[in-house]
């Protein structure tokens, strides 16, 4: 199988929700890949940040892939309106109380790719009997509520697992990894198999949007060298 190639994300919770379309435009021209959206109920996580009616604005903005990550209990509910919505790719979490091949089902259902998110604390094997059902495994490298934590660097055995068991099973599998992205991490984080990069703070937080998917580039093709 040739190589992935390497895409890079934005996360909108980091951007200006008063000019959303901005934050589009931006991060189009600066050369983003897809949009990463991170829904939040409050339960699942101790914060809460948007629903379905976002995403559809969203949609309705872009032609990038959206790849919507749930951060939300009973996730099988919400399925098809984040899919309605036009999300392309819904990602639930592995910890919630929802039976995951049922998650799984009503997203194949709906039409739309389907990813499993692991936080910090969960090991990939719970994941890896998953893989053959999935589009996406997407590791969280910070716990799952809030942009602008510190990468936590016990991500990394778990993107290198994945791409194992990935190449094992000859399944093109897209690894994702989420938080902390910056310069620093991302390359380390490509050499260890990530294959889509999901950057908030380091795309929207300082500096110019354009020059820091640059950097973000340079810092991906470097490190996956
Ligand atoms: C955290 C979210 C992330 C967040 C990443 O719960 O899942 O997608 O937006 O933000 P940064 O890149 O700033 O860590
Ligand atoms: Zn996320």
């Known amino acids: 199988m040739p190589p992935r190639r390497r895409r890079l994300a934005p996360s909108l919770l980091s951007a200006d929700f008063a000019d959303l379309a901005g934050a589009i435009r ?10 990463h959206l991170d829904v939040m109920d409050g339960h699942f996580v101790p914060n ?3 629903g379905p009616a976002l ?26 309106a984040f899919a309605e919505a036009g999300g392309d790719t819904l990602v639930f979490h592995l910890e919630t109380s929802d039976p995951p091949g049922e998650v799984i089902a009503a997203v194949k ?6 990813g499993a998110a692991i936080r910090p604390e969960t090991p990939f094997d719970a994941v890896r009997p998953l893989l053959p059902r999935l589009d996406e495994l997407l590791v969280m490298s910070v716990h799952p509520g809030f942009s602008g934590q510190r990468f936590l660097p016990e991500a990394l055995p778990k ?23 910056d310069a620093t991490t991302a390359g380390p984080a490509a050499r260890a198999g990530a294959t889509f990069f999901v950057c908030g703070n380091s795309v929207y937080g300082a500096g110019d949007v354009g020059e820091n998917l640059r950097r973000l580039r340079a810092a991906v093709d470097g490190g996956a060298e």
């Not at 259902?109 to 389907?114: L, N």
């Open 109 to 114: 259902a709906a039409g739309r790719a389907v």
């Open 159 to 181: 993107l290198d697992a994945a791409r194992a068991a990935a190449a094992e099973l000859g399944a093109p599998l897209e690894i994702a990894i989420d938080g902390g992205i």
């Open 55 to 80: 995403v559809k604005a969203v949609r309705a903005r872009t032609r990038l892939p959206l790849d919507v990550h749930l951060m939300i209990d009973r996730p099988a509910r919400y399925v098809r």
């Open 26 to 35: 931006e991060a189009e021209a600066g050369g983003a890949e897809a949009f």
């Open 48 to 50: 809460l940040s948007f």
